[in-house]
């Protein structure tokens, strides 16, 4: 669920409200808890779905994704250890069977790595020019709150690796580690991504605003 919009500063684009009670949840399931379980469907599926169509770009094959997650949940809560925090593995979960119905409807053919510029990075990893943080020019909490809807509108106009890693960590709010981790890319790359998609949507939010001036 989007709650808050542009933070000042962090270069996030939204930012999702914190989600307690997963462990309690998930124990719950355990035990066969039916009422537990509905209560994750419900706390999760729209998210899921969310980041299964940017990694597969096809509703119908998202859906299936969704519920092919599901029934993993069911089938192996007992091995969640706790290592990770219950939507990170769920995320996890959640890719691999994106991936495994992408490949199976025929999207396999040529895999990218995404379309990243070395040349933004010096021999050290660093920004050899550091991106502009994307709410430097958002100024009223107001104005970035009403911007938040449209930027999620605006998200399936992005490459799919860039979607994925905005979706990741400025909807869900997860870690650049782990973002990196669960898409198989390196930090590096997972920066360059992100300041790419928060560009791109920086450049199609102008666009618009120029448009209703």
């Known amino acids: 669920m989007l709650v808050d919009a542009i933070h000042a500063g962090d270069g996030a684009v939204v930012v999702c409200s914190a989600v307690d009670g997963d462990a309690a949840l998930v124990e719950r399931v355990r035990g066969g808890d039916e009422a537990a379980f509905a ?13 299964a169509e ?4 096809n509703r119908a094959v998202a859906e299936e994704a969704c519920q092919d997650t599901w029934l993993a949940v069911v089938r192996g809560v007992d091995r969640f250890e706790g290592r990770s925090s219950f939507k990170t593995w769920l995320f996890r979960v959640l890719l691999n069977r994106a991936r495994t119905n ?6 396999a053919g040529h895999a990218t790595r995404g379309d990243v510029d070395v040349e933004e990075f010096d021999a050290n990893g660093a920004w050899a020019v ?5 709410s430097d020019q958002v100024d009223d909490r107001l104005v970035a709150e009403h ?24 909807v869900e709010g997860l870690d650049a580690a782990d973002v990196a981790h669960l898409l198989g890319i390196t930090d590096g790359n997972q920066r360059v991504l992100l300041h790419r998609g928060r560009a791109r949507l920086r450049e199609l939010l102008a666009a618009e605003m120029g448009r209703v001036r």
Do not use: C, K
Not at 39 to 51: A, D, G, S
Not at 102 to 107: F, K
């Open 130 to 134: 550091p991106p502009v943080p994307w």
């Open 54 to 57: 940017a990694t597969v770009g």
């Open 102 to 107: 992408a490949t199976r409807e025929q999207r």
């Open 147 to 170: 911007l938040a809807q449209r930027v999620h509108d605006l998200l399936p106009a992005l490459p799919d690796q860039q979607r994925q890693v905005v979706v990741l960590r400025d």
């Open 39 to 51: 209560e994750l469907v419900r706390r999760y599926q729209p998210r899921l779905l969310r980041l």
